[in-house]
Structures are given as C-alpha cells and as structure tokens.
C-alpha cells in the first residue's frame, strides 16, 4: 500500500512569492495534518483538516492556508513567502479527526531565496 | 501550550549497548507520547507510542516508559545497531492530533 505522498519533493521560491504543496493521504484515511520542521528542530503543527474542514490550527500567520479535497488529498498555501518560510514542509495522515497515530510523508523542502 | 524539552540532543553509542533518551513535557493534560524515527530525507516514522494509563511499554528492543507525576518520558533501545543511527523525537499531545514535538536527538551507533 502506498504510504503519504506529497509533492514536490524540492521547491525553490524568492522572497514575496506564493507556493502550493500538495498531499495525498494513505488510502481509507481522511484527516490530514501539516507541520513545518526548520532545519535542526522538531515538526510544528500548521493545520489539521477533516471531512474538507479546519479542524485545528497552530500558530502560524495567515499566510498560511490549507483546504482539503473530495478524495481527503490536501493542498497547504503559503502566500508572500518569507526566508524564514524556508523549511521541510510535512504531511501527516490519520484513519479519523481524534486518531493519534500519525503517518508522515517524506516532505516538500521548500527554500525561499 | 504543550512544550516539550528532549535531551540529550546528541547521542553517540558503541555498537551492542543502550541508548536512552529523555524528554519533558509541560501540559499536564497530555495523554499520549510517541516517538519517531526520521532518517535522512525521509518523514518521521511512529516506532512506539505510549498512553497515561500505562507506565511502560515495550516491542522488541525498544521501550518507552512514563512518569507522570514527574512529566517526563524516556525511549530506551537496546543491543543498538548501525541502522538504530537516526534522528528520533519525543512528542507529547492532550489532542490526539496536534502533536508537539522536542527537538530531537541525533543518535549514532559506533560500528
């Protein structure tokens, strides 16, 4: 079974610009969840979505925004891109909205120039 | 909101012996501690996870246990071996879903 896949892999972004990664849950599981690890730091909760809802959100600026599609796969935005924007941007699938156990991608590196 | 401390934040082992690592927590309503694995390029891997109803838990080499009057939480992984080389992070959650993770322990296994 396919495990989370998100893409891409790499992006490469300037200053003001806006990004969208992309993430497709483990098949049968409908929440999806983002976080940002910063180079040398654990992962920090970004959103979580359930059923195309926001369910839970972290401590981030509105410039970042998420929704969720029919098929539970997820898009995260993040408009006027900052340096400090740069990060590994991971998603995170789950069978249900209160399901603890966390599945992860691999990640988008994302680097803002 | 929860914060959680991790030590050592770096870990260098002989082949065969135990690594142990440490991690606190501050919301007294966190209910549930996993740990990951994450290996170079790759997404945090779940190897074991705990709930505040058990003290202790094991599944092969690794065990987590929990103390928590003391808030604090421990990963021990025994006879370690090359591919026990990674970095692993506690994490702590009153939510189920929102997990808030320490910053990791870069652990290396001494062939």
């Known amino acids: 079974d396919a495990g989370v896949t998100q893409s891409p892999t790499h992006l490469i972004k300037t200053r003001g610009q806006q990004v969208t990664l992309r993430c497709s849950p483990i098949?049968?599981?409908?929440?999806v969840s983002w976080y940002q690890q910063v180079l040398g730091q654990g992962p920090q909760f970004i959103f979580q979505?359930?059923?195309?809802?926001?369910?839970g959100r972290g401590n981030f600026p509105d410039r970042f925004s998420a929704r969720q599609f029919p098929n539970y796969s997820s898009e995260l935005n993040v408009n006027a891109l900052l340096l400090g924007d740069s990060a590994l941007y991971l998603c995170?699938?789950?069978?249900?909205?209160?399901?603890?156990?966390?599945?992860f991608g691999s990640g988008t590196q994302l680097s803002v120039l | 909101g929860e914060n959680v401390e991790q030590h050592p934040s770096t870990l260098s082992v002989q082949e065969g012996d135990s690594a142990v690592i440490k991690c606190t927590y501050s919301?007294?309503?966190?209910?549930?501690f996993p740990w990951y694995k994450q290996e170079l390029g790759k997404g945090p891997q779940l190897i074991i996870d705990?709930?505040?109803?058990?003290g202790e838990k094991k599944d092969q080499r690794i065990a987590v246990t929990l103390n928590k009057t003391a808030k604090h939480f421990s990963l021990h992984i025994t006879e370690t071996q090359p591919e026990d080389s990674a970095v692993y992070f506690c994490?702590?959650?009153?939510?189920?879903?929102?997990?808030?993770f320490g910053a990791g322990t870069t652990v290396t296994v001494r062939a």
């Open positions: 995170a699938s789950s069978l249900r909205v209160d399901s603890e156990k966390l599945f």
């Open positions: 098949s049968g599981h409908k929440s």
């Open positions: 979505y359930y059923e195309k809802e926001e369910r």
């Open positions: 919301d007294s309503a966190s209910n549930y």
């Open positions: 705990i709930r505040s109803n058990v």
């Open positions: 994490a702590a959650s009153p939510y189920g879903y929102k997990l808030s």
